[in-house]
T-cell receptor
Framework: ETGVTQSPTHLIKTRGQQVTLRCSSQ?????VSWYQQALGQGPQFIFQ???????GRGNFPPRFSGLQFPNYSSELNVNALELDDSALYLC??????????????FGPGTRLLVL | KQEVTQIPAALSVPEGENLVLNCSFT??????LQWFRQDPGKGLTSLLL?????REQTSGRLNASLDKSSGRSTLYIAASQPGDSATYLC??????????FGQGTELSVKP
């Protein structure tokens, strides 16, 4: 098991609501990436945070936003939930690109269901 | 735009068989390539990471190769076991640092 933890494990929301997902990175890692994985698909990159700043974003609308805290933990916020937001949300922590140990370590994910 | 494709989408083999999973990518300007394992409803476990300057990596019964010029990688699993049953994902990392994943190959190893 990696040292990356995510909460909650499961969540049910209704369309139009807002949700906050949380991630604690592995000790020493200062980079956190978030991915969305729809059923039967590979994960899709949402965004990455490095030292509390957004450091790259995928093709997701602005209602997907994030934060990284001084202890490198992170939050993913999704506003105005849509049915298609139902997915497994994965958090991965790592050292920044170019460092010798840059493998991304994934947490167990949060399963979000939007009704 | 980088695209990653995995073939086949699903594979069922009898226990003990050697097998190969395939991954192809459209842009050879990658930083590295990584193979992951995902059990149902779970997160991803990194299996092997191959830097762009490397040709292969090995870990136990697993061997991954990388041919950047042809945009291909293979994951070879020797002497498959029922515990190997899972979805295997291939991902390439570009210079921007994000991982671009294929859709995965769902492997079932029958006792």
């Amino acid at each position: 098991e990696t040292g990356v933890t995510q909460s909650p494990t499961h969540l049910i929301k209704t369309r139009g609501q807002q949700v906050t997902l949380r991630c604690s990175s592995q000790s020493g890692h200062n980079t956190v990436s978030w991915y969305q994985q729809a059923l039967g698909q590979g994960p899709q990159f949402i965004f990455q945070y490095y030292r509390e700043e957004e450091n790259g974003r995928g093709n997701f609308p602005p209602r997907f936003s994030g934060l990284q805290f001084p202890n490198y933990s992170s939050e993913l916020n999704v506003n105005a939930l849509e049915l298609d937001d139902s997915a497994l949300y994965l958090c991965a922590s790592s050292f920044p690109s170019g460092s010798p140990q840059e493998t991304q370590y994934f947490g167990p994910g949060t399963r979000l269901l939007v009704l | 735009k980088q695209e990653v494709t995995q073939i086949p989408a699903a594979l069922s083999v009898p226990e003990g068989e050697n097998l190969v999973l395939n991954c192809s990518f459209t842009d050879s300007a990658i930083y590295n390539l990584q193979w992951f394992r995902q059990d149902p409803g779970k997160g991803l476990t990194s299996l092997l990471l191959i830097q762009s300057s490397q040709r292969e990596q090995t870990s136990g019964r697993l061997n991954a190769s990388l041919d950047k010029s042809s945009g291909r990688s293979t994951l070879y699993i020797a002497a498959s076991q029922p515990g190997d049953s899972a979805t295997y994902l291939c991902a390439v990392k570009n210079q921007g640092g994000k991982l671009i994943f294929g859709q995965g190959t769902e492997l079932s190893v029958k006792p």
